[in-house]
Nanobody
Framework: QVQLVESGGGLVQPGGSLRLSCAAS????????VGWYRQAPGKQRELVAT?????????ADSDSVKGRFTISRDNAKNSVYLQMNSLKPEDTAVYYC?????????????????WGQGTLVTVSS
């Protein structure tokens, strides 16, 4: 069973920084891509950023995170990170890690989407 575990959330003041981590555990052939999503209270879950195994990144198609958030990964550690700088109250949300996971079973390979349990980020003074 493949699991994604997020960490690094918490309470931070406006203008502050946080670094979220997403660690994959279990048995798998590959994890690609990996993305961070967020869901603010009363809103739909939205994409923040994604990264491929080769390091190609994609950020939400809005100005809400560009230039402030940076996604990165350490393939050796099966981990993906989200560095968040200049945080704003509107960044308050539960942040989820999402990954496409390729596993090998008795009937062959299987590709599926896996979600983490989420980590809460609260930006408030």
């Amino acid at each position: 069973q493949v699991q994604l575990v997020e960490s690094g959330g918490g309470l931070v003041q406006p203008g502050g920084s946080l670094r979220l981590s997403c660690a994959a555990s279990g048995s798998f052939l590959s994890i690609n891509p990996v993305g961070w999503y967020r869901q603010a209270p009363g809103k739909q879950r939205e994409l923040v950023a994604t990264i491929t195994s080769g390091g190609n990144t994609n950020y939400a198609d809005s100005d809400s995170v560009k230039g402030r958030f940076t996604i990165s990964r350490d393939n050796a550690k099966n981990s993906v990170y989200l560095q968040m700088n200049s945080l704003k109250p509107e960044d308050t949300a539960v942040y989820y890690c999402n990954a496409g996971v390729l596993t090998l079973g008795t009937t062959g390979t299987r590709y599926r989407e896996v979600w983490g349990q989420g980590t809460l980020v609260t930006v408030s003074s």
